[in-house]
């Protein structure tokens, strides 16, 4: 217990997340009992996190030639990633999903907005048919049309609980920085990884055109589904790098 108490709180961290997502299947049906056990104690780890534990301090300074949001790396396993995002203010990281991912993400400083989607059955051509959209869709574009449910639009700031998303739930999210800048601990299992399947795919939200077809608007009103297009990076937004400044981690 001792030497335990000497390593820094990122590295209790850091060996939780791999105690936590070593042995992950994302296949498999529901969590079991070991994994909530140790997610639960990884969220109590998180929760104790702040800024002066990875030697880091509010960053108010801001020039249009820096990008808008900054990332320091703290280190990947197979089972998972781990590091800060710096957002400036004003930033915003745009809705994007995790494929087959685990998320969990702690503020360390600052306020943030995160809005959470899951993903639904790909529609089909007749209810797609159905749905007139503003601005209308090209035709080339209706192949990447999906139905999505808003499961959650919240605050975080430094004394909140980690906002959690797993690959069946609130896989897809954005995040808005409110009121200034902001930074957060960001932990994903497995790490993305184009090559095994889990690319960073980008949507955007789609405006319907009003009273288009009452009984399709009446089914998108059931659980706040709504219509996301799949993009490409969108423009404006690219992730700068930095050295992280906080306590060494290892394995």
């Known amino acids: 217990m001792p030497r335990d108490n000497k390593k820094s709180l990122i590295q209790k961290i850091a060996n939780q997340a791999n105690i936590t997502f070593k042995d992950f299947n994302a296949s498999a049906i529901g969590d ?16 104790e996190i702040r ?17 808008p949001v900054t990332y320091m790396h703290i280190c990947e396993t197979e ?11 004003g930033a915003s990281i745009p809705l994007h999903d995790h494929p087959g991912m685990n998320g969990m993400l702690k503020v360390l400083y600052g306020k943030v907005s ?26 080339f574009q209706k192949d990447s049309l999906r139905r999505a449910v808003l499961r959650s639009t919240m605050w975080f700031t430094h004394d909140s609980s ?43 939200v789609l405006q319907t055109v009003p009273d288009a077809d009452s009984k399709v608007e009446a089914q ?26 906080g306590p060494k981690v290892s394995f």
């Not at 995160?114 to 035709?139: A, G, W």
Request: charged share 20%.
């Open 220 to 245: 998108q009103q059931w659980e706040e589904e709504t219509w996301l297009l799949e993009i490409g990076q969108p423009d404006g937004f690219w992730c700068g790098g930095e050295p992280y400044p």
């Open 162 to 204: 980690p906002c959690i998303l797993t690959p069946q739930r609130e896989n897809l999210h954005q995040i808005d920085t409110v009121d200034g800048p902001a930074a957060f601990l960001d932990i994903l299992a497995p790490p993305y990884d184009p090559e095994d399947g889990r690319d960073c795919h980008y949507y955007k």
């Open 51 to 67: 800024a002066a534990d990875l030697k880091m301090k509010p960053n108010f300074s801001h020039s249009e030639h820096n990008p």
């Open 114 to 139: 995160i809005s959470c989607f899951d993903l639904l059955d790909k529609p089909s051509d007749q209810v797609q048919s159905e749905i007139q959209f503003d601005p209308p869709l090209l035709p």
């Open 32 to 47: 079991n009992k070991v994994l909530l056990d140790n997610k639960g104690d990884l969220i109590t780890l998180l929760t």
């Open 79 to 89: 089972s998972f990633s781990m590091g800060v995002f710096l957002l400036n203010n």
